[in-house]
Structures are given as structure tokens and as C-alpha cells.
């Protein structure tokens, strides 16, 4: 008997706990609060939730944009709009060559190797795609494969 009135009053304080979550979470307020914009009588810049005094103004904040650099305008001489050289270059970096290590050279002349093997020894060649069937190259894609595992070959293995 002691049994099954501990479980009525546990089942019971579970209801009443599911109940009261579920009120609280559908009484509250959403939390949609501004920022607003203030200055106080020295001067002080202020930011709140609450607007304080007639001359709050509330502040607009964007969310979830992504911006990208302005082009530069160049002007007769080269320099960008303000007259300044730094700014122009920023805008247009120089690409420099990097020469490749003597080990990244062998290692990619073994790949371009193995490559043009891989290629001659086969029929019909096969590869899988975005969805994950297999499709056939034609043969012209697979001359495209081959001249550029020689090109690479040429680039690396000298």
C-alpha cells in the first residue's frame, strides 16, 4: 500500500512539474530588445536594452552579412582614389612564384609517373561522381587525363 502511493505522488509531482515548465516557457516574453543610443549630460556615449531619457535612439544591428572589399579606382599617375599608392596595391597583390622543394618535385614527378601508367594500361577508364555512381570517361577525356599527367611529368621530372 506504502508502495503505491509514493508512486501516485511521484507520478503526480511529475504532471505538475511538465505543467509548470510548459506555462513558464509559454508566459515568457519573447526577447526581442533593441539597443538603443544615449548620451548622458557630460558627454558619456551610453548603450543599453531600455531606452533612457527622450533622446535614445535606438541602433540598427545587422546580422549575418558578409561584405567584400571595393575595388579601387585607379587614376592617371596609379595611385586610388585618396591619392594613396598602399591602398592600390592591396587591392591588386603581385603573384610571385615559389619554387617547389627538390622532395615536393620528386614526389609529384612519381605521381605523374605512376599517372601516365595507370592511364596506358587501362581500356576504359572510370571514375566516381558527385552522387556516388561510377561513369566512364570517353576517350577524349581521356586524352585530356594523359596530357595533363605528361605536362605535369615535363614541369617536374627535369
Known amino acids: 500500500m506504502g508502495y503505491t502511493l509514493t508512486y501516485q505522488r511521484l507520478h503526480m509531482i511529475t504532471k505538475s512539474t511538465i505543467i509548470t515548465a510548459c506555462l513558464c516557457l509559454l508566459i515568457q516574453t519573447p526577447s526581442f530588445a533593441g539597443v538603443y543610443k544615449w548620451v548622458d549630460e557630460n558627454g558619456q556615449v551610453h548603450y543599453g536594452e531600455q531606452p533612457v531619457g527622450a533622446d535614445a535612439e535606438k541602433v540598427k544591428i545587422r546580422h549575418n552579412e558578409t561584405t567584400k572589399p571595393r575595388a579601387m579606382k585607379k587614376t592617371e599617375d596609379g595611385t586610388g582614389k585618396d591619392g594613396d ?37 587501362r581500356g576504359r577508364m572510370r571514375e566516381i561522381n558527385s552522387k556516388g555512381e561510377y561513369i566512364y570517361l570517353t576517350e577524349e577525356q581521356k586524352q585530356q587525363r594523359l596530357s595533363a599527367a605528361k605536362k605535369k611529368q615535363r614541369e617536374y621530372c627535369r
Open 85 to 121: 599608392k598602399e591602398k592600390t596595391a592591396e587591392v591588386e597583390p603581385e603573384m610571385k612564384e615559389v619554387p617547389v622543394p627538390k622532395k615536393e618535385k620528386r614526389k609529384l614527378c612519381n605521381e605523374a609517373k605512376s599517372d601516365i601508367a595507370s592511364i596506358n594500361s
